[in-house]
């Protein structure tokens, strides 16, 4: 057994054919992990809008492991260019002027900002209406199974948990350097300039140790998270990822074993130049090829073919499992398995 291979892995599955981008896991996240002064910019847990640029931006081009597995040098984002840093709004400005009748000012950045989370948000591409299209993405630490965060840390400040496999910092250990962060392709390791440590999600480990479901999968309205083990043979994460198949990880290419899985997206049909359906999909599935693998085609035909049996009012246990109609269900913490707060 290798310095990064354990006994268990938690992991969590994505649907993205669930998620409205309404940004409540990422809220729940920043709420409970991110309230020093030098983490404003740090999302442990973000959404994204793809076709689009991410956060930091541009992410997917650097970092990950050379095809003889060494890691790769990759870079640091810029905090101005890439991140973007908090930003500060008027609002003494908009309280002292409350009582002024209706030029009120309104709520807005001191400073013009450059970049940051969402910026491209809800911008897709196409055109309209023949072939317009977008969807959502959320991203948090993938815990992966050869995490190339670990590997570039001299320090040794970076474990991957034996019983678990979560992956966390010993701060105490950190020395700032940032090779954690220049490593990660994910780019969800962040740097604390406050504190000069590394910051990262820990897959709200002080929840799953007494039973509970991290804080984003729990808040989800649209139940699309589901949480377990991956050698849970009776839990939801097992079926998608192994029995169905229809849980892809996000660039695994990067070589790094990820443990978080997405559901690709669905598509309807473009549209002709008189507005009638097409046999061709809007979003590209070569684009979503270049997200989650050759394996996309395989996940989407399953997808397709119980959606279909449903259409037809036959029985289709992914699609249920999917549908999550009891969001409990969608938690599975071995053991310590309860209700979830």
């Known amino acids: 057994m290798t310095a990064t291979e354990t006994n268990r892995q938690i992991a969590m599955v994505l649907d993205l054919n669930k998620c409205i981008g309404c940004q409540t896991c990422t809220v729940a996240c920043k709420k409970l992990w991110n309230k020093d002064t030098g983490t404003g910019y740090a999302y442990w847990n973000n959404v994204e809008t793809l076709p ?36 500060t709004f008027n609002h003494d400005e908009v309280r002292a002027r409350a009582g002024e009748g209706e030029q009120k000012p309104w709520l807005r950045p001191k400073e013009k900002p450059k970049w940051g989370a969402n910026w491209d948000e809800d911008r897709g591409e196409g055109s309209y209406p023949q072939d317009n299209h977008y969807f959502y993405l959320p991203r948090l630490c993938n815990h992966c199974t050869h995490p190339a965060c670990l590997d570039a840390c001299p320090r040794h400040a970076i474990e991957k948990r034996d019983e678990d496999g979560i992956v966390l910092v010993d701060q105490d250990r950190c020395h700032g350097y940032r090779f954690c962060v220049e490593s990660c392709p994910y780019k ?3 740097f604390d300039p406050q504190r000069q440590v590394t910051t990262k999600c820990i897959f709200c480990l002080p929840r799953v140790e007494e039973g509970v479901a991290p804080a984003c999968a729990r808040q989800c309205p649209g139940r ?112 310590r398995k309860r209700e979830v707060l």
């Open 52 to 87: 689009g640029a991410g956060y930091p931006r541009n992410w997917t081009e650097t970092g990950g492991r050379t095809d003889q597995g060494e890691v790769k040098a990759g870079s640091v984002p810029n905090l101005d260019e890439d991140y973007g840093r908090a930003w």
């Open 188 to 190: 969800k390791v962040y």
């Open 224 to 335: 699309l998270r589901f949480v377990g083990y991956l050698d849970d043979e009776a839990g939801p994460i097992w079926k998608l990822v192994h029995e169905f198949a229809v849980a892809l990880p996000l660039h695994p290419e990067f070589d790094l074993g990820p443990n978080v899985y997405y559901v690709p997206p669905m598509s309807p049909p473009k549209l002709d130049a008189q507005g009638r359906p097409t046999d061709e999909p809007r979003i590209p599935t070569a684009y979503l090829e270049s997200l989650f693998g050759k394996q996309v085609h395989g996940a989407l035909r399953i997808l397709e073919l119980e959606r279909a049996k449903r259409r037809r009012g036959e029985a289709s246990e992914l699609m249920d499992l999917l549908i999550a109609y009891d969001w409990n269900e969608n938690f599975a913490l071995g053991e």
